[in-house]
């Protein structure tokens, strides 16, 4: 098997696949949330780190006004030619998402899979929380899902899962490399096994994270005034069950109200 050392996001159509199976489920939990917490009704919506648009484009299916921005000009450049092929025009656009901004403001906005935590320093993730606070309307909100780091209680270090799509397969593997508790970066092995009918490959990747624990998150959302935390769910995706946080809260997908 070929092996490459690259980083996943310069592979979309792999990337595309095994991030871009379940979302269905985050799709219905996320129109509930709108309902449930945007004050007014929700039809502009952003997805900053929005990589290949695998809620994006379904959120244009579904009638509402979506832009995503992504750090990756690979990632825009497929997430662009998905909408042009289904009739849309492309709204995906390269910028960092510590440093953006936008014409409109939106209702509501959505960042689901860990991406914040790429922003490896307090700056960089205050500085986030400021840009999208000038993206977002008054009473709109911004559903932020990632991993807090327990206090209490064993860590979900170790995932493996699989994704196929016709003819091809992408095996994933993530698995920790080493921890900071000091400067609270984690570095995190990522590899993606490719099957196709033409042959296989490996990309060795390595993910470099910010760890965060429920006392940290909410002491930096404190920040950036314009924001609260407004309520909070588990990666269960059930918008009629809210979670209690606590020492023990891993996987959360916080709802940050803009004031």
Known sequence: MQTVAESIYDHPTYYDLIFGSDWVTEFRFLEKVFQKHV????????????????????????????????????????????LERHGYKPTAFVANMCDFTVKKPFDAAFN?????????????????????????RPGGIYALGFHLTPLVGPTTDEES???????????????????????????????????????????????????YTYKQFAAMVKKVPEWTIENAYDFSYDADEPIEIDETTEDIVYILKRQ
């Open 161 to 211: 899962w699989t994704a196929r799509r016709g003819h091809l397969q992408v095996n994933t593997h993530m698995w920790p490399r080493d921890k900071d508790p000091k400067t609270r970066i984690e570095r995190f092995n990522l590899r993606f096994d490719i099957y196709r009918p033409t042959g296989s490959m490996r990309i060795d990747d390595c993910l470099v994270l910010r760890s």
């Open 39 to 82: 004050r007014g009704k929700t039809r502009r919506l952003l997805e900053p780190a929005c990589g290949t648009g695998r809620l994006l484009y379904r959120m244009l299916k579904a009638n509402y006004h979506c832009e995503g921005l992504d750090l990756n000009d690979k990632a825009v450049d497929f997430c662009n030619k998905r």
């Open 112 to 136: 689901t899979i860990n991406s914040f935590r790429h922003l490896t320093t307090e700056a960089m993730a205050v500085a986030h929380l400021r840009a999208m606070a000038a993206a977002i």
